[in-house]
């Protein structure tokens, strides 16, 4: 399964969920979690920061997010963490 870079049109693509999470915190502008105001980097660990850090409500109210768009995330979350190792990503985020 090719992993696609959904951040503002990206595009890269990747053999595997842990690359195309580096690429995002590497490559990509890290981001300011609107709820507790954490630099994050952006695409799925800004994603898996804000609904493990904060609740479903919290994330409502703060981006105004619809119910559509946190099934969206949530479905997104579900799918990436099915796979990743985060051990891996954690380790090359360190080089």
């Not at 959904?6 to 690429?23: M, P, Q, R, T």
């Not at 502008?29 to 105001?37: A, F, I, K, S």
């Amino acid at each position: 399964m090719a992993w696609e870079c959904g951040i503002d049109g990206c595009g890269a693509v990747f053999d595997d969920a842990e690359s195309a999470v580096v690429h995002q915190a590497t490559t990509h502008q890290r981001c300011e979690c609107q709820v507790c105001g954490t630099i994050v980097p952006d695409g799925y660990l800004a994603i898996r920061h804000v609904f493990t850090e904060h609740s479903r409500a919290e994330y409502v109210r703060t981006y105004g997010a619809s119910s559509e768009a946190v099934r969206k995330r949530e479905a997104l979350l579900e799918e990436i963490d099915a796979v990743v190792d985060m051990q891996a990503i954690a380790t090359e985020l360190k080089r």
